[in-house]
Nanobody, 126 residues
Framework: QLHVVESGGGLVQPGGSRNLSCAAS????????IGWFRQAPGKEREGLLC????????NSAVSVKGRFTASRDSAKNTVYLQMNSLRPEDTAVYSC???????????????????WGQGTQVTVSS
């Protein structure tokens, strides 16, 4: 069974960048579309974007479009979330999630994704 683990969170200054990793074990991550989500304190989980099995990024949320993108490294069985121009309102726990059985990205909603990591905290503050 697929397991995914996020890493790379931490404290970032406003305007800075951060690259999060979603590393997989138990199966080949290239077989799965991967969604990135975040949840800030007191708020619902927000879907950010999805990367399909071919490496195309789709379904980007308005809040992150043009600032966040995703990529794959097949050799490392890992997907990345590159975050640029970070703002204090980007502070949240960031999670990746995988969905199998499709090469394309489903809607970026929680119920469309099957395998979740535990999340990594990103704090944007000066």
């Amino acid at each position: 069974q697929l397991h995914v683990v996020e890493s790379g969170g931490g404290l970032v200054q406003p305007g800075g960048s951060r690259n999060l990793s979603c590393a997989a074990s138990g199966d080949i991550l290239d077989y799965y579309a991967i969604g990135w989500f975040r949840q800030a304190p007191g708020k619902e989980r927000e879907g950010l974007l999805c990367i399909n099995t071919g490496g195309a990024v789709t379904n980007s949320a308005v809040s992150v479009k043009g600032r966040f993108t995703a990529s794959r490294d097949s050799a490392k069985n890992t997907v990345y979330l590159q975050m640029n121009s970070l703002r204090p309102e980007d502070t949240a726990v960031y999670s990746c999630a995988a969905t199998g059985g499709t090469t394309s990205c489903p809607p970026i909603t929680v119920d469309e994704y099957d395998y979740w990591g535990q999340g990594t905290q990103v704090t944007v503050s000066s």
